[in-house]
């Protein structure tokens, strides 16, 4: 197959880029697009040139690093598909072909293709924690989870992070990604303790790295993973928990402190304060 592929060329983040159109004569239906930047890359690097830098590491789906526009959508041609996954045999002989880095949210090109996503890692890293007993491990049997919670958990668990539902959205919005990260936490005993504070950080970090969420529903079919649109329900029904539960202990009169011994029971050992433990009666 011959293909003319239109690449974004830049050097960093500061320089102005463009589009320059290359030549590819020996592409074959099987090939994944990013094997065709393979076969590029080494004309170029065969020629003299600089090869086209883009994100990719496992090459099979799950990793979340592959990323581009594909003639304007996330990924490619096909729904639901990582790029690493999409195939030359989408398109026809003779077809000019696109390829552009993801734009949106706090999304900023790095060089070429490769753009910093830590936007996303960042609302991940202001979830914190969830809490686990230490020393031995529990019984399977001791946290009991619904069988239809837990699928939902492992469905919304799928998401690989790859940024694709904010390059569709035209808002730049992540609330599909965010819904599937408080999603899986919430449907599982262990993600429940610290349930409405990593509602309110995550929900806060989101709103000031991506753009507001207005139902164009872009995202769906642009997330391999194939999370669905319930993710955002799921998202604006927990954050309003959250805020309610909030109001809740904010109206509270002020309660009794739990001694050290009941908060070591409910929680992880560091939530107990040695210094709240009773002192020995003295003789």
């Known amino acids: 197959m011959r293909l003319a592929v239109e690449v974004w060329r830049q050097h960093d983040a500061d320089a102005a880029g463009g589009f320059e159109t290359y030549e590819v004569t020996s592409a074959t ?3 994944s697009l990013l094997e065709l930047l393979d076969m590029l890359n080494a004309e170029l690097v065969a020629a003299g040139g600089a090869p086209v830098a883009f994100d990719h ?48 949210g706090s999304f900023t090109v790095l060089r070429d293709l490769a753009v910093d996503r830590s936007g996303l890692d ?58 599937a990260k408080i999603g899986h936490l919430v449907h599982l005993p ?13 929900v806060e970090q989101m709103e000031d790295d991506f753009g507001y969420c207005t139902n164009y529903t872009e995202c769906v079919p642009a997330c391999p993973a194939a999370i669905p649109l319930q993710a955002i329900a799921e998202l604006n029904r927990e954050r309003r928990r959250a805020l309610w539960h909030q109001r809740k202990v904010d109206e509270a009169p002020e309660a009794r402190p739990k001694g050290w011994l009941a908060r070591l029971r409910t929680g992880p050992w560091w ?9 020995p009666t003295e003789r």
Not at 271 to 276: A, E, L, R
Request: aromatic share 4%.
């Open 271 to 279: 939530q107990s304060d040695p210094d709240d433990r009773p002192m």
């Open 122 to 179: 960042r609302v991940i890293a202001s979830g914190g924690y969830t809490s686990t007993p230490t020393n031995a491990a529990p019984e399977a049997a001791s946290l009991p989870a619904n069988e239809l919670e837990a699928a939902q958990a492992m469905d919304y668990a799928a998401c690989i992070g790859c940024g694709a539902c904010v390059a569709a959205c035209p808002n730049g919005a992540a609330q599909l990604f965010a819904g």
């Open 29 to 31: 239906p099987e090939m």
């Open 190 to 202: 262990q993600g429940r303790v610290e349930r409405y504070e990593r509602v309110r950080t995550m």
């Open 57 to 104: 590491d496992c090459r099979e789906g799950i990793c979340g690093s592959c990323g581009m526009m594909v003639n304007g959508r996330p990924h490619g041609p096909e729904d639901n598909t990582p790029a690493c996954l999409q195939r030359v045999r989408s398109f026809s002989d003779g077809d000019r072909v696109r390829l552009e880095p993801f734009r949106g």
